[in-house]
């Protein structure tokens, strides 16, 4: 179960009944915003229009002193006037470590961390231990993520092992309930076990989400290789890593037929050749981290190791074309690439330091801050990059704010803003590159499957306007 | 009589050829039931099998085909010969045919090297398997099992199951077959499938249950997971979702319809146990057995043939 | 090649075959061990005719079957090569007096064959021979035990026997190569 302690739903969590009242509702599909309320009724939406009414006349009790939330036994009432309500977010590029490190993290906290980021779906990658190469443990996952109310879809190894030798039982682990297939982590470097995988997967009409890696150019690089490796005397890591097996594969897709999809794309030649692939009918798609976003090799000055990521942050022009991409839509979806490390394994000099920073909880807000407030996006796009963009990739239909749907959505105050601080964190790890970074974009309330599943408690929850 | 020397490819044979083999066939069927197995029709003449792969049924179902004939059986097999101490494949031909002999049949692991050794040499040749490329008496052999249990080819759907790409079997098979009017259809996984596959001029499927209600014919080939030591296929269990006769599936057949193998069968992968431990009971359905009796008359039909067919033209 | 004269009709096939079917009644002491083998093609219609009749005059059921002797002959690998025909011999030769019935004696070469093949299938008690035309030019010492008609021919002659079964009609005629 979710745990209370740190959402602190408390007297709310098991309430299927919500009336929210006045919120924006931030509608990805027909790409537009409006004023509405929400009534909900045993988890799932009823009724989504205005000047809604519970028809319930019973004494309500107020959540916290001068709180928006008022609640009787089996109702509760939101004001949620100013705020924005997103149909929960879907990261389809999460790390949730089970089985096998979840010293770092699990199913519970990645799922309480995820609620906390408005996030209601993950696709969790494959290189666990041991890795997700079997149908038992696709099953396995899937079940157990049941248990927490939350929806996961496990991508499922392309190669046995991630080794890159064999592919896997593709078939029988897409009938268990795979979701893509990928070796993520790692990168398939032998082309014609790449153009069967490719071949293979068509036919079961399932995406391949593919970590771009030249292994002869990154065996030895930490960083990017530009400017600031050369001033901090790391071995870098060239763009042409990744554009070569880009290219590679755009190549190897446009003779299948298969639907790739290159994920935590990091430099402007990716982006140039992705972009050409799109017009030239490839069935391609990609997506960005938050982090390569905001962040560029600049950062590393200090060495500190909650920059260090696989692909590296690169240069200002790199994260300058990736940021014009996002805008020109050439990017598919915006991912976390939530990477859970220990302290033992990042609180080390640089060299030493394993590669990876958590995002779940900061995927919105890093994205609203550096897109939205101080760029030129607009927040329904944005929505739409981490909501319906994702799902299409993956043939999933994730949530929607309408009538008889299951309610799984998020509020959020797309004003208030805050510092990240490491102690805040819902993660079991901490090791995150915004530590510091002041973001707008609060989460509120997410409500998942139906659930609440989480609720800010630092939120003041004033009630602003008016009566129920 | 037959309308080529050599029994190379299953395209080189016309259909008047076709259509003598099989009439032949049926007569040596019915010597094949007497209780003396024999006619001496061919005494005097001498064959050799020149197996440079090996092999246990070809083999021996010529050396039989052979002998119900009379005629004298040599056997050669790579392993014993002076080819281990770096003999040419020609020079031990040259040899072999020094000693005047009538017929080679030649098996070998390399596509093309029955075309190279008809080119050097002036006994006829039967193709018992080189490579991937052709096994045309196997062709044969299905084709007159597919004779003895159907009114008529015309219209027959059948789908070969299994390693296309790898397979001599599926090569001749599927020619002959649509040759002969049959609808051919291909169940394979994309790594098993050649690039092309216009030679074919099939249908293709990935799940031998999109085939399985309409078929009358279900040509299982063998599968082997392991060539030049990679692993091109994932696993057994993923083979037996998708390319395996079950129990379940053997049950969703049509009435009339058959089940082939060219043999020998790996239980458990191409045909579950069960269904192969049906057999006996089910000998108008499961035709395994039958094709390797059908194997010998028509390899009789086919060294006659070639023998009789060859005298005239001296 | 050119039809040179009609020997026999079909009234005079029909009474040659009666009374050969009675000469085998009585050179056989009865029919009761009898069994009939046809040689392909025409002596096959001819085994069912006498059979029938024999059966008819003594009341008795008779086993009739079919031999091809293609695979036994001597010349196969020198002269125009035949369709090999059926062989259906659905009964057991062993201990039997198997009557060998052919449409014409010639060399004797197809009857030296058809003995290999019985005695391959069995060991008969007797074997005898049928033939409805006798046109001479042995090469072996084979003889007919009844015979419908001596025909002396030449060798660039060839004797032409048509029977219902097969041609529609019955008839034998000379006729003579080009």
């Given at each position: 179960?979710?745990?209370?302690?740190?959402?602190?739903?408390?007297?709310?969590?098991?309430?299927?009944?919500?009336?929210?009242?006045?919120?924006?509702?931030?509608?990805?599909?027909?790409?537009?915003?409006?004023?509405?309320?929400?009534?909900?009724?045993?988890?799932?939406i009823k009724t989504v229009g205005t000047d809604l009414k519970t028809g319930s006349s019973v004494d309500f009790e107020e959540f916290s002193e001068g709180s928006r939330i008022k609640f009787a036994n089996d109702l509760i009432l939101f004001d949620a006037s100013g705020y924005h309500a997103s149909p929960g977010f879907f990261d389809m590029h999460v790390h949730l470590r089970e089985p096998g490190d979840e010293d770092e993290e699990d199913l519970e906290s990645g799922t309480s961390a995820a609620l906390r980021g408005g996030i209601t779906s993950v696709a969790c990658m494959p290189n666990t231990n041991p890795p997700l190469d079997r149908d038992f443990l696709i099953k396995d996952i899937k079940n157990r993520a049941l248990m927490y109310g939350f929806n996961v879809y496990p991508v499922a190894a392309a190669t046995k092992g991630l080794e890159g030798i064999e592919m896997t039982e593709m078939g029988i682990l897409k009938d268990s309930g795979a979701a893509a297939f990928s070796d993520d982590g790692k990168c398939i470097q032998n082309a014609k076990l790449m153009y069967e995988i490719m071949k293979y997967s068509k036919i079961f009409e399932m995406p391949l989400i593919l970590h771009e890696e030249e292994y002869s150019f990154s065996s030895s690089g930490m960083v990017h290789d530009g400017y600031y490796s050369a001033v901090l005397g790391l071995d870098g890591i060239p763009s042409l890593a990744e554009e070569i097996i880009v290219a590679r594969d755009i190549m190897l897709a446009e003779k299948t037929g298969a639907q790739i999809h290159i994920t935590h794309v990091s430099s402007k030649g990716s982006v140039e050749l992705i972009k050409k692939a799109k017009e030239e009918g490839v069935n391609i798609t990609c997506d960005v981290t938050p982090h390569?976003?905001?962040?560029?090799?600049?950062?590393?000055?200090?060495?500190?190791?909650?920059?260090?990521?696989?692909?590296?942050?690169?240069?200002?022009?790199?994260?300058?074309?990736?940021?014009?991409?996002?805008?020109?839509?050439?990017?598919?979806?915006?991912?976390?690439?939530?990477?859970?490390?220990?302290?033992?394994?990042?609180?080390?000099?640089?060299?030493?330091?394993?590669?990876?920073?958590?995002?779940?909880?900061?995927?919105?807000?890093?994205?609203?801050?550096?897109?939205?407030?101080?760029?030129?996006?607009?927040?329904?796009?944005?929505?739409?990059?981490?909501?319906?963009?994702?799902?299409?990739?993956?043939?999933?239909?994730?949530?929607?704010?309408?009538?008889?749907?299951?309610?799984?959505?998020?509020?959020?105050?797309?004003?208030?803003?805050?510092?990240?601080?490491?102690?805040?964190?819902?993660?079991?790890?901490?090791?995150?590159?915004?530590?510091?970074?002041?973001?707008?974009?609060?989460?509120?309330?997410?409500?998942?499957?139906?659930?609440?599943?989480?609720?800010?408690?630092?939120?003041?929850?004033?009630?602003?306007?008016?009566?129920? | 009589?037959?309308?080529?020397?050599?029994?190379?490819?299953?395209?080189?044979?016309?259909?008047?050829?076709?259509?003598?083999?099989?009439?032949?066939?049926?007569?040596?069927?019915?010597?094949?039931?007497?209780?003396?197995?024999?006619?001496?029709?061919?005494?005097?003449?001498?064959?050799?099998?020149?197996?440079?792969?090996?092999?246990?049924?070809?083999?021996?179902?010529?050396?039989?085909?052979?002998?119900?004939?009379?005629?004298?059986?040599?056997?050669?097999?790579?392993?014993?010969?002076?080819?281990?101490?770096?003999?040419?494949?020609?020079?031990?031909?040259?040899?072999?045919?020094?000693?005047?002999?009538?017929?080679?049949?030649?098996?070998?692991?390399?596509?093309?090297?029955?075309?190279?050794?008809?080119?050097?040499?002036?006994?006829?040749?039967?193709?018992?398997?080189?490579?991937?490329?052709?096994?045309?008496?196997?062709?044969?052999?299905?084709?007159?099992?597919?004779?003895?249990?159907?009114?008529?080819?015309?219209?027959?759907?059948?789908?070969?199951?299994?390693?296309?790409?790898?397979?001599?079997?599926?090569?001749?098979?599927?020619?002959?077959?649509?040759?002969?009017?049959?609808?051919?259809?291909?169940?394979?996984?994309?790594?098993?499938?050649?690039?092309?596959?216009?030679?074919?001029?099939?249908?293709?499927?990935?799940?031998?249950?999109?085939?399985?209600?309409?078929?009358?014919?279900?040509?299982?080939?063998?599968?082997?997971?392991?060539?030049?030591?990679?692993?091109?296929?994932?696993?057994?269990?993923?083979?037996?979702?998708?390319?395996?006769?079950?129990?379940?599936?053997?049950?969703?057949?049509?009435?009339?319809?058959?089940?082939?193998?060219?043999?020998?069968?790996?239980?458990?992968?191409?045909?579950?146990?069960?269904?192969?431990?049906?057999?006996?009971?089910?000998?108008?359905?499961?035709?395994?057995?039958?094709?390797?009796?059908?194997?010998?008359?028509?390899?009789?039909?086919?060294?006659?043939?070639?023998?009789?067919?060859?005298?005239?033209?001296? | 090649?050119?039809?040179?004269?009609?020997?026999?009709?079909?009234?005079?096939?029909?009474?040659?075959?009666?009374?050969?079917?009675?000469?085998?009644?009585?050179?056989?002491?009865?029919?009761?061990?009898?069994?009939?083998?046809?040689?392909?093609?025409?002596?096959?219609?001819?085994?069912?005719?006498?059979?029938?009749?024999?059966?008819?005059?003594?009341?008795?059921?008779?086993?009739?079957?079919?031999?091809?002797?293609?695979?036994?002959?001597?010349?196969?690998?020198?002269?125009?090569?035949?369709?090999?025909?059926?062989?259906?011999?659905?009964?057991?030769?062993?201990?039997?007096?198997?009557?060998?019935?052919?449409?014409?004696?010639?060399?004797?070469?197809?009857?030296?064959?058809?003995?290999?093949?019985?005695?391959?299938?069995?060991?008969?008690?007797?074997?005898?021979?049928?033939?409805?035309?006798?046109?001479?030019?042995?090469?072996?010492?084979?003889?007919?035990?009844?015979?419908?008609?001596?025909?002396?021919?030449?060798?660039?002659?060839?004797?032409?026997?048509?029977?219902?079964?097969?041609?529609?009609?019955?008839?034998?005629?000379?006729?003579?190569?080009?």
């Amino acid at each position: 179960m979710i745990d209370n302690k740190k959402i602190n739903a408390g007297k709310l969590s098991g309430i299927n009944n919500i009336l929210i009242k006045s919120v924006n509702i931030i509608d990805p599909v027909e790409e537009k915003e409006y004023r509405s309320d929400i009534l909900i009724e045993n988890g799932i939406i009823k009724t989504v229009g205005t000047d809604l009414k519970t028809g319930s006349s019973v004494d309500f009790e107020e959540f916290s002193e001068g709180s928006r939330i008022k609640f009787a036994n089996d109702l509760i009432l939101f004001d949620a006037s100013g705020y924005h309500a997103s149909p929960g977010f879907f990261d389809m590029h999460v790390h949730l470590r089970e089985p096998g490190d979840e010293d770092e993290e699990d199913l519970e906290s990645g799922t309480s961390a995820a609620l906390r980021g408005g996030i209601t779906s993950v696709a969790c990658m494959p290189n666990t231990n041991p890795p997700l190469d079997r149908d038992f443990l696709i099953k396995d996952i899937k079940n157990r993520a049941l248990m927490y109310g939350f929806n996961v879809y496990p991508v499922a190894a392309a190669t046995k092992g991630l080794e890159g030798i064999e592919m896997t039982e593709m078939g029988i682990l897409k009938d268990s309930g795979a979701a893509a297939f990928s070796d993520d982590g790692k990168c398939i470097q032998n082309a014609k076990l790449m153009y069967e995988i490719m071949k293979y997967s068509k036919i079961f009409e399932m995406p391949l989400i593919l970590h771009e890696e030249e292994y002869s150019f990154s065996s030895s690089g930490m960083v990017h290789d530009g400017y600031y490796s050369a001033v901090l005397g790391l071995d870098g890591i060239p763009s042409l890593a990744e554009e070569i097996i880009v290219a590679r594969d755009i190549m190897l897709a446009e003779k299948t037929g298969a639907q790739i999809h290159i994920t935590h794309v990091s430099s402007k030649g990716s982006v140039e050749l992705i972009k050409k692939a799109k017009e030239e009918g490839v069935n391609i798609t990609c997506d960005v981290t938050p982090h390569h976003l905001y962040f560029d090799d600049s950062c590393l000055k200090d060495y500190n190791t909650n920059f260090k990521v696989n692909p590296p942050l690169r240069s200002s022009k790199d994260r300058q074309a990736i940021i014009e991409s996002v805008k020109a839509g050439v990017i598919d979806a915006i991912a976390s690439d939530h990477a859970p490390h220990l302290e033992t394994e990042k609180n080390i000099p640089f060299s030493e330091a394993a590669n990876g920073v958590i995002g779940m909880e900061t995927l919105f807000k890093a994205a609203y801050t550096l897109l939205c407030k101080k760029g030129s996006l607009s927040a329904v796009k944005l929505i739409k990059l981490l909501t319906k963009s994702p799902s299409k990739i993956l043939n999933i239909n994730t949530g929607k704010i309408s009538p008889d749907s299951m309610a799984d959505f998020v509020i959020l105050d797309l004003e208030r803003e805050s510092v990240i601080r490491k102690q805040d964190f819902f993660s079991r790890s901490s090791n995150s590159a915004f530590i510091g970074e002041k973001l707008a974009g609060e989460t509120v309330l997410t409500v998942c499957n139906g659930k609440i599943g989480f609720i800010n408690n630092n939120v003041n929850l004033e009630k602003e306007t008016g009566k129920f | 009589m037959l309308g080529v020397k050599n029994i190379i490819d299953i395209d080189d044979l016309s259909s008047e050829d076709i259509k003598l083999i099989m009439e032949n066939a049926d007569s040596f069927a019915e010597v094949l039931e007497r209780d003396l197995k024999k006619v001496p029709t061919l005494r005097g003449k001498t064959l050799v099998n020149l197996f440079f792969e090996p092999s246990t049924r070809t083999r021996t179902s010529f050396e039989i085909a052979a002998k119900r004939l009379s005629a004298d059986m040599i056997n050669f097999s790579a392993s014993t010969s002076s080819l281990k101490k770096g003999e040419t494949i020609i020079d031990t031909v040259n040899t072999i045919q020094s000693m005047v002999v009538d017929l080679l049949i030649i098996r070998h692991s390399d596509s093309g090297v029955l075309n190279f050794i008809s080119r050097n040499i002036n006994t006829p040749v039967i193709n018992a398997g080189d490579g991937k490329h052709q096994h045309p008496t196997q062709a044969l052999l299905d084709l007159y099992t597919i004779k003895k249990s159907f009114k008529s080819f015309k219209d027959l759907k059948v789908a070969l199951v299994g390693d296309i790409a790898n397979s001599r079997v599926a090569r001749s098979n599927a020619r002959l077959f649509k040759r002969m009017g049959m609808n051919v259809s291909l169940v394979s996984a994309p790594m098993m499938l050649p690039e092309d596959m216009s030679y074919f001029g099939a249908d293709i499927f990935y799940c031998i249950d999109d085939v399985i209600k309409e078929v009358d014919i279900l040509y299982m080939l063998r599968m082997q997971f392991e060539r030049q030591q990679r692993k091109y296929y994932p696993s057994i269990k993923e083979y037996n979702r998708f390319l395996s006769l079950n129990t379940d599936r053997f049950g969703m057949m049509k009435k009339g319809s058959i089940v082939m193998h060219p043999g020998p069968v790996n239980r458990g992968i191409e045909i579950s146990e069960t269904v192969m431990n049906l057999e006996t009971e089910m000998p108008a359905r499961i035709k395994i057995n039958n094709q390797v009796n059908n194997g010998v008359a028509v390899r009789m039909a086919l060294i006659y043939l070639i023998l009789i067919s060859r005298q005239e033209n001296i | 090649m050119k039809e040179k004269a009609l020997i026999l009709n079909d009234i005079d096939i029909d009474r040659i075959l009666k009374r050969i079917s009675h000469e085998i009644i009585e050179q056989n002491k009865g029919s009761n061990n009898l069994v009939f083998i046809g040689i392909q093609k025409r002596g096959i219609p001819l085994a069912g005719r006498i059979a029938k009749n024999i059966s008819e005059l003594e009341n008795i059921k008779l086993e009739v079957g079919k031999l091809d002797i293609t695979f036994y002959r001597d010349d196969l690998l020198k002269r125009v090569k035949p369709k090999v025909e059926i062989t259906d011999i659905p009964f057991n030769i062993d201990d039997k007096d198997v009557v060998l019935v052919d449409d014409v004696l010639f060399t004797g070469r197809t009857i030296r064959a058809s003995l290999d093949a019985l005695i391959d299938m069995g060991r008969p008690k007797t074997i005898q021979l049928v033939v409805l035309i006798d046109r001479g030019h042995r090469e072996l010492p084979i003889k007919a035990d009844y015979v419908g008609k001596n025909i002396p021919t030449s060798l660039n002659e060839f004797i032409e026997v048509n029977l219902a079964e097969i041609d529609g009609k019955d008839s034998v005629k000379i006729c003579e190569k080009d």
